[in-house]
């Protein structure tokens, strides 16, 4: 048995973050090579330190869906997983046994060799007839200077391309670091220039920075004066949206230190907490703001202020990606990067079998069946909120400074819109949903959205819109 773990990204702003890591893990759970196929974020859930109390398999291979290495992949992930590594990780990756569960964790997929193809098949659908004699390429990376090993993957293909000859001239450039993406018009000569940006999703930045920085309008751009004469700049999509991913991701997860002898057991504690949550189920039962219905050996999610409601009058899906789906915003149509904030939709019903049932209430409650049941058979450690704090680096070390009082304050916001209980803060949780009280879930680390919130209180901007890229 085995566990592939894709870890993203993630935003609390911008729902699209995470689409791509959706994306290759239906497609990797579609070819059927791994008995479950979970995804985890830094910035939404599952968290970080969430992610692994999903997988099934004592067997577990993660890899960072990152567009190269630096301070996520070799500092943020292995830190929340609990690796014990910080640094550069070697080519074959790094191996722990955490919890029963033998953990491999790889490079991000965005340096493997085979993803100098992946930006040539982006250049060819942007551009079919480019051609040696009049295209340039600029490979475009993001850039930092937080971790030297960021750019070196930009670098490296942008030599590889150079060398293959089929390009005029072949650059690496920068939205962060020099040589800048805004200097293009000095440093390119061909008339023809084909941009793609070696970016692991579509947001933010390919589709606002990018294109105002170069002074695109669109996927063809024309520049009739230009300091080397007339140029047209052909923008493709960001390689890390392209299906070709998936085949490298599934190099990696075999690559990986130990692949040769793979093979894990079910986690006992794993099973044990998905059998006790289908007994409740068959009964019927509710969750949060969830009610689960059993009929004719399927399953009926909806929300129990909709119970009662035709099923003619809700929006229903039969597969857990569509309730995902239907359930990732509220119903103004904002992002929801915390489940249980007390803001699901109504006006839909999920008709699932018992076999995909757990993959939909992971989705509409991701780790609260896991949570739960530990906290029902007390085996649950709350981490307390300095402890956290102290675990924080780069921008939200200051999280450290932050008083009781604003701590607090965040938590009035926060928190009293979430269905769970604060253990980390000291708060009591008699019974859970376990022992048939439906809004009784615990919380025993504060999560990532309510530390960026910290962060903006001691940094004096919380309430002021947000704009930009989250880190």
Request: hydrophobic fraction near 35%; aromatic fraction near 8%; charged fraction near 25%.
């Amino acid at each position: 048995m085995r566990s592939l773990v894709l870890i993203g990204h993630g935003s609390h702003l911008n729902g699209e973050s995470a689409g791509a890591v959706y994306r290759y893990a239906e497609l990797l759970r579609e070819r059927g090579l791994y008995d479950e196929v979970v995804e985890g974020y830094w910035k939404e859930e599952p968290s970080l330190r969430q992610v692994l109390k999903t997988t099934r398999s004592t067997d577990v291979t993660v890899i960072p869906m990152f567009i190269s290495e630096g301070y996520f992949t070799e500092t943020v992930i292995p830190r929340e997983l609990g690796l014990g590594h910080q640094g550069p990780v070697p080519p074959e990756g790094i191996a722990r046994v955490l919890g029963g569960r033998t953990v491999r964790y790889t490079l991000p997929y965005g340096v493997h060799p085979s993803m100098n193809e992946v930006i040539l098949a982006r250049a060819r659908e942007v551009l079919p007839d480019l051609s040696a004699a009049d295209t340039a390429l600029i490979v475009l990376g993001h850039g930092t200077t937080r971790n030297e090993n960021s750019n070196r993957v930009i670098y490296r293909n942008a030599e590889l391309l150079r060398n293959s000859g089929q390009f005029a001239e072949v650059h690496a450039l920068f939205l962060d670091e020099d040589p800048k993406v805004g200097t293009w018009p000095e440093v390119v000569q061909a008339p023809r220039v084909v941009v793609v940006p070696f970016f692991a999703s579509e947001g933010w930045h390919t589709l606002e920075t990018i294109p105002e920085d170069m002074g695109l309008t669109g996927t063809v751009t024309c520049f009739p004066e230009n300091p080397h004469g007339p140029q047209t700049v052909y923008y493709a999509k960001p390689v890390g949206t392209h299906p070709a991913v998936a085949d490298v991701v599934l190099h990696l997860a075999e690559e990986a230190r130990g692949a040769q002898g793979r093979g894990g057991d079910e986690d006992r504690a794993h099973a044990e907490t998905w059998n006790a949550f289908l007994n409740l189920a068959r009964e019927g039962m509710r969750l949060g703001e969830a009610l689960i219905t059993p009929h004719a050996g399927m399953f009926e999610l909806r929300h129990a202020l909709d119970e009662g409601r035709p099923a003619d009058d809700l929006t229903t899906v039969v597969t857990p990606e569509g309730l995902r789906d239907l359930t990732r915003r509220d119903e103004g149509g904002h992002h929801r990067p915390v489940h249980t904030f007390r803001n699901l939709p109504r006006g839909w019903r999920a008709v699932l079998s018992e076999a995909d049932l757990p993959r939909g209430v992971h989705n509409l409650y991701p780790t609260v069946v896991e949570e739960g049941y530990a906290h029902h058979r007390h085996t649950l450690r709350p981490t307390p909120w300095p402890t956290t704090a102290r675990r924080q680096t780069g921008i939200y070390a200051k999280v450290q400074r932050a008083t009781p009082e604003q701590v607090e304050a965040v938590a009035r916001d926060v928190c009293s819109g979430c269905l769970k209980t604060r253990l980390w803060a000291g708060e009591k949780l008699g019974r859970t949903f376990f022992a048939g009280v439906p809004g009784a879930i615990p919380c025993p680390e504060a999560c990532t959205y309510f530390i960026a919130e910290v962060r903006e209180e001691v940094s004096g901007k919380r309430g002021q819109a947000a704009q930009g890229h989250e880190d």
